[in-house]
Each structure stands twice: as structure tokens, then as C-alpha cells.
Nanobody
Framework: QVQLVESGGGLVQAGGSLRLSCAASGRTFSSYVMGWFRQAPGKEREFVAAISWSSGVTLYADAVKGRFTASRDNAKNTVYLEMNSLKPEDTAVYYC????????????WGQGTQVTVSS
């Protein structure tokens, strides 16, 4: 079955960097878009970034534009989220998810990884 496994979260000081990974397995993802979402305590889950497996085209939320970079390694079936200039407000559980390019809803979700940014 499809599995998305995130890793790379942790505790970092404001201004620091982290790189999240999402290893995907269980199917071919060439026609999928991989998304990154986050959910902070007491808040709704929000979109962070997305990347197309096939074209590499990316999309970012305004809150992270210029600081976060999504990328993918097709050979490893892994997508990454490079997070720089982290702020305390970036603290959240980060999830990766997958949806078909032609389908609006994300079908598959990982278990999440905690990112905590201290001030």
C-alpha cells in the first residue's frame, strides 16, 4: 500500500534551518503532486508547499515563500522541504501528502514530523 514517511523534524533556534524528507512507496508517483502541510497547536492545518513529481514545478504559501524550498529526488522516491530562516511561528507538525495531478484532493498522508523553533 502507499506509504509516506516524513523525517527530519526537530528543535532549532530561530534563524536556523532544517530539511524535511518524505519517502514515498507503494506506487508510481510520476503523475502526482506532493504537498507539504503543517498544523500548529490550536490551529487548522495549512498548506505550505507543493511540487510536481514530473515537472518539478513548485508552489509556496506566502508565509514561507523565499525561505522554504521544495525539491524531489525521483530516483529515491523522496521529496524534501528545505526550511531556512526559521521563525517561532513555523513551529508545527509538518505532513507530506500526495494527490493525482488531475484530482484536487490529497489522497495519501504521512504521519507527520514535529518542527519546533525556539526564540
Amino acid at each position: 500500500q502507499v506509504q509516506l514517511v516524513e523525517s527530519g523534524g526537530g528543535l532549532v533556534q530561530a534563524g536556523g534551518s532544517l530539511r524535511l524528507s518524505c519517502a514515498a512507496s507503494g506506487r508510481t508517483f510520476s503523475s502526482y503532486v506532493m504537498g507539504w502541510f503543517r498544523q500548529a497547536p490550536g490551529k487548522e492545518r495549512e498548506f505550505v508547499a507543493a511540487i510536481s513529481w514530473s515537472s518539478g514545478v513548485t508552489l509556496y504559501a506566502d508565509a514561507v515563500k523565499g525561505r522554504f524550498t521544495a525539491s524531489r529526488d525521483n530516483a529515491k522516491n523522496t521529496v524534501y522541504l528545505e526550511m531556512n530562516s526559521l521563525k517561532p511561528e513555523d513551529t508545527a507538525v509538518y505532513y507530506c501528502a500526495a494527490r493525482r495531478i488531475s484530482y484536487g484532493e490529497y489522497e495519501y498522508w504521512g504521519q507527520g514530523t514535529q518542527v519546533t523553533v525556539s526564540s
